[in-house]
């Protein structure tokens, strides 16, 4: 697995010296937007039966923000800009108006990010599928290896770790936002 060129690149031809952000401004793609809402929009009705059921209404981040139900699906990576991975799961994240609107878009400017808040988005994520794949007793909605992928294009970087290793993936989030 070490060493090995990535599939995503073999299938554009993008060279190794270079980053997909940078192959992809000279190499536009026509980007189905309809499908990806699409797809959107189905997993975050998934993400919120989910939660409803399973975590009954509540926020996956638990800080000072969390008031009230968690009745907004939020993109952790933006789809706007990873339209490819917005239909993801593993990158929704059930989160309450107060952290959508004030935190993770602040001043309600949803086309704005606020990174740290979104590493913090990202660790409470991986908080939740680590504990959706552990435990048995409950439906597993979430992949290990689709929360690699989405890591390794929301983040633009390789991640590869062994299998639910979770505590090398909070490592390189740290070294990504420099926390």
């Known amino acids: 697995m070490y060493n090995q060129e990535n599939f995503r690149d073999i299938n554009i031809d993008k060279p190794k010296d270079i980053t997909r952000q940078e192959w992809q401004i000279n190499h536009q793609r026509k980007v189905n937007k309809t499908y990806y809402e699409y797809q959107s929009q189905k997993s975050k ?45 593993e990158n929704l994240i059930a989160i309450t108006p107060t952290q959508h609107f004030n935190k993770a878009h602040p001043n309600n400017n949803t086309h704005r990010t606020d990174p740290k808040y979104q590493a913090v988005l990202l660790k ?56």
């Open 124 to 179: 409470a994520k991986i908080k939740s599928i680590k504990e959706n794949i552990e435990n048995k007793e409950i439906q597993s909605i979430y992949s290990f290896e689709d929360l690699l992928k989405v890591l390794s294009i929301g983040l633009d970087t390789e991640i590869d770790v062994e299998e639910n290793d979770f505590t090398s993936i909070i490592k390189i989030i740290d070294q990504h936002y420099n926390i």
């Open 45 to 89: 009705l998934y993400l919120r039966e989910f939660n409803n059921q399973y975590n009954y209404g509540a926020s996956e981040v638990d800080d000072i923000y969390n008031i009230g139900e968690a009745t907004q699906m939020h993109h952790i990576f933006p789809k706007h800009s990873y339209p490819e991975i917005s239909m993801y799961v």
